[in-house]
């Protein structure tokens, strides 16, 4: 074999690949915003067949061989088709040792778990749901065992989600969050100036929210030719090549902050999308780095620049015009006050930026107690009420808004909530960079959001996977991750809004 | 080889058959209702390496090989396994016929096509569309003679839509149906009493049209945990399975029947698959008979029912409420006669229940001189407006309203036109055996469907593809296929709404 055979074979593979995930990718998107409530069976018989075709392709030595083969001959191969070697195999290492049966009937589980946990949450019924989480949790500690047997199995599914992340630095990570936010919370619930939100709490018709959904993502510079917005129940962002990416919101009568946050939030992922370099396409490279760079990049539009003054004095004539009743009289700082309001609460999507950090933290430490087999799935709702308290002070009054809120869980994605405090902490140190190159407050002002999706598009978005966080750090601040920009921001922040001296 | 182990080859290769055509009609549907508009050109990747699979799997000698066991140990199996067999052996005959490749970029063309022809509709501009239809014709011709090169191409194709339909039969009931209606046409166009329909001609909003569909589909009993509603340019009804089934519409701002008529005919069609057998689940039996017999079912619902005066009886009340001002002093007579107003026109699925047969000749005389290659693409606007002018009497302004207007050319569906024509005389001949048992207009006028529904699944919707169209004509009529009761209805029909002596 000549490795211009053997990558010619790796596109070939990659092609396959991509075509499986693209119609999976589909078959998921679809289930949560377009398909009929009870079609779960034939579609969990669908991706249970489609994951087993796609394994077989991927899992076999044929593949294994061709790896080796162009790893041994990487001289002759550019940076960048070693990099997708290396990430393949890196893929093929952790796919090649969970036995084909079990990867299928896993694909299947977390089918049926979605249909389960959306009945569930509506049904406030969490005992319903706990024997399909309590499959997952197994399924993904015997899986991590698979994968790394000599590892902690949490630190495994860390990995998964940023490369390199593990409870060691967490922990680090968390403590020093919680020796910085804790005592800015204390003190503006003891000596803040209150900030009133009552006039967000009205009626808000989703014909007008869905027109200040348009509005936001023009003014985000998205493509709409080749970005769509669905209607879900639990907010995401999905894609299926760069040139097809799709965000979703809800829309909730009483609040049209909630579906206007969510826009910037999905949106700031689908940028990224949007921008990844053409030459990754149909290769493993292509999409965001990784769920922490990911969710830096929505964060970043959803905390930095979507609740700053400045956005909120763009967009409020438009607000003015869609609900000229509800905001009669309220003014872009008293708006912009309102959407930051720091008050502990149960939902964290919901959830003001200072406060998100600890609906994480109640998270992480209950998928650590998980991990370790430390508690079981039924204590889950009595747990979550324990740390929401510590974290929080707040009673949780039921499992729907309790631990049932989150999608996560019934999705598989154990580990993946630390990426987004994480990323929050990325988007705080990136923000810091960008304000030395741009004048970030007069460019939302003016509603010239084009250069900072450059700036991004320069040092994050264009490389996709081609490199790992701490690169991609390095490439936009000069630095490796310091979470004190993070704390900084924060305190800045919200010292400001409340008066605090 | 035992016949169980054959047995157990052959569903496994259903169910793989069923998993790839359950994604590519994800994609294809998808494309359609929620995908952003230029992302047409990954997902025809997709489309063409799922294409290339799914035509592995089935276009091979082991298949050959399988199917050919089956049919000499055809008395081992019970009468449902040969008709499968049969069944499938059809298919592979065909399929096996067209070299891959030609399969895989057919299914790309379609897919480009797609898009291509919603641009020209938009732009009104046909040679941009031409290029694409010249090769799907093309393409069509070339693979009707890979699958019976003595016979002539159209028939085929008309045969893959409706089994032992061929044109010699059409000219008959093209030219029986011409002989009747053409001259009822023209008695009410002289001396038909007058019909006011300006009422339907004011704004409808489209909440409204919304909360008017879950009506219909509730009325018609459709179960809407397994058939969800979308919203698309040309409204279809697609399933996954028959627990999956989905309808589209389009609201059009300015006419509150066009989605009305569209939600009644689309869920006829949903009926149907929604109570195919249970048995035949992931068989290549699964879904309607032809194409000819779904379309007997969404038209008897749309027109035989819809249009019906004791279907206005029943939703008048429903429209009064949500559309209070635009019905004011409307009464259901007036609403019935309005929505059953003859009046030759530009677009198909605007037509009358009277004129509509026309247009399909339109289309008929049209594929045939395609097929015979008798005319080029480019003339296809001319003609097409010849046409009009010859059935119609009217005269076509563009081309978006011309031969642009419908999508079945631009997704390879020539030879399907006559199936509706087909269809709604099938309808006509099934609710004649219908009124033997049930007092149909009573039941419509309670709101009482159930028991139509039911009679429909007993001689026509539980058998799905395990019997051929004339077969279920005998079990639903006790005849074979008698265009008379169409021409005897319509003539019925309009004669009264026209108070024609």
Chains 1, 2 share one sequence.
């Not at 040792?97 to 389960?116: F, G, I, M, S």
């Not at 129940?233 to 829309?251: G, L």
Request: proline content about 5%; overall charge negative; hydrophobic content about 35%.
């Amino acid at each position: 074999m000549t490795v211009q055979e053997a990558l010619k074979q790796l596109t070939e593979l990659e092609k396959t690949r991509h075509a499986y995930e693209h119609a999976i990718g589909l078959i998921y998107c679809d289930a949560v915003t377009a398909a009929p409530e009870d079609s779960g069976r034939g579609r969990g018989e669908t991706l249970g067949t489609l994951s087993g075709l796609s394994y077989e392709v991927f899992a076999n030595p044929q593949v294994g061989g061709l790896l080796a083969f162009l790893r041994e001959h990487s001289g002759e191969l550019t940076p960048l088709q070693n990099r997708q070697v290396e990430m393949l195999n890196r893929e093929y290492e952790r796919i090649s040792k969970v036995p084909q049966a079990e990867y299928v009937q896993y694909a299947q589980l977390l089918n049926e778990a979605d249909t389960v946990w959306h009945r569930a949450k509506r049904d406030n019924d969490f005992p319903s749901f706990a024997p399909c989480l309590k499959q997952i949790v197994e399924t993904q500690r015997r899986f991590a065992g698979y994968f790394d047997p000599a590892r902690d199995p949490y630190d495994v599914s860390l990995d998964e989600y940023e490369r390199g992340l593990d409870q060691a630095q967490l922990d680090r990570f968390f403590s020093a969050l919680r020796e910085k936010l804790a005592p800015l919370v204390h003190r503006i619930q003891a000596e803040g100036a209150p900030v009133d939100d009552s006039f967000l709490h009205q009626e808000f018709p989703i014909a007008q929210q869905r027109a200040l959904s348009d509005y936001l993502m023009e003014l985000m510079t998205i493509d709409r030719s080749h970005c769509s917005i669905g209607e879900t129940e639990h907010p995401f962002t999905t894609n299926f090549n760069k040139y097809d990416v799709r965000i979703t919101t809800k829309y909730h009568l009483d609040d049209m902050t909630n579906s206007l946050f969510s826009v910037v939030h999905e949106g700031g992922h689908a940028l990224y999308e949007l921008h990844t370099g053409d030459e990754l396409m149909n290769t493993c490279l292509a999409g965001g780095a990784t769920m922490g760079i990911h969710e830096s990049q929505s964060r970043l539009f959803e905390n930095m620049i979507g609740r700053s003054e400045a956005f909120v004095e763009r967009i409020f004539p438009k607000l003015l015009e869609l609900f000229p009743e509800q905001l009669k009289g309220v003014t872009p700082r008293q708006f912009y006050r309102a959407i930051n309001k720091c008050e502990p609460s149960l939902i964290r999507i919901e959830a003001d930026e200072l406060t998100y950090p600890l609906h994480i933290m109640v998270r992480y430490d209950i998928e650590k107690l998980l991990f370790a087999g430390e508690i079981s799935i039924d204590e889950l709702p009595r747990i979550w009420a324990e740390k929401m308290k510590e974290y929080l002070g707040v009673e949780v009054p039921d499992d729907r808004r309790g631990v049932l809120q989150d999608s996560h869980w019934s999705g598989g994605s154990l580990g993946y909530f630390p990426s987004y405090a994480i990323g929050s902490a990325y988007a705080a140190q990136i923000v810091d960079a960008m304000s030395r190159d741009l004048d970030v407050p007069a460019l939302v002002r003016e509603g010239n959001l084009a250069p900072i999706v450059e700036w991004l598009t320069q040092r994050i978005y264009q490389y996709g996977k081609a490199k790992d966080p701490d690169e991609l750090l390095r490439i936009a601040t000069g630095k490796s991750f310091d979470p004190t920009y993070y704390t900084d921001y924060l305190t800045r922040k919200y010292s400001a809004i409340y008066n605090l001296k």
